[in-house]
Nanobody, 116 residues
Framework: QVQLVESGGGLVQPGGSLRLSCAAS????????MSWYRQASGKERELVANIASIGGRTIYGNSVKGRFTISRDNAKNTVYLQMNSLNPEDTAVYYC?????????WGQGTQVTVSS
């Protein structure tokens, strides 16, 4: 059974950092492309970052380029999102996502709030 469990969200001051984790089960994170999305209140869900299965090529949303880094630990079967220089516009629920055997899976989400 495929499961994605996010953790690491919380309240952080502007300019601060957080690292989100997405622990996967039922498949191996190195075998599929993994993504982070976010959804702010009243807005559509948007792609934050993606890491390819082969080669580990990464892509980022324009608003987070240079500040966020996606990575994976194959031994822990976990994907991370390191978020630096956070600002209030980064406030959202962050979701982990994976396509596994033609089916789309989402985690439950973790809230990130950037506020002083």
């Amino acid at each position: 059974q495929v499961q994605l469990v996010e953790s690491g969200g919380g309240l952080v001051q502007p300019g601060g950092s957080l690292r989100l984790s997405c622990a996967a089960s039922g498949f191996t994170v190195s075998s599929v492309a993994m993504s982070w999305y976010r959804q702010a209140s009243g807005k559509e869900r948007e792609l934050v970052a993606n890491i390819a299965s082969i080669g580990g090529r990464t892509i980022y949303g324009n608003s987070v380029k240079g500040r966020f880094t996606i990575s994976r630990d194959n031994a822990k079967n976990t994907v991370y999102l390191q978020m630096n220089s956070l600002n209030p516009e980064d406030t959202a629920v962050y979701y982990c996502n994976a396509w596994v055997i033609f089916k789309n899976y989402w985690g439950q989400g973790t809230q990130v709030t950037v506020s002083s």
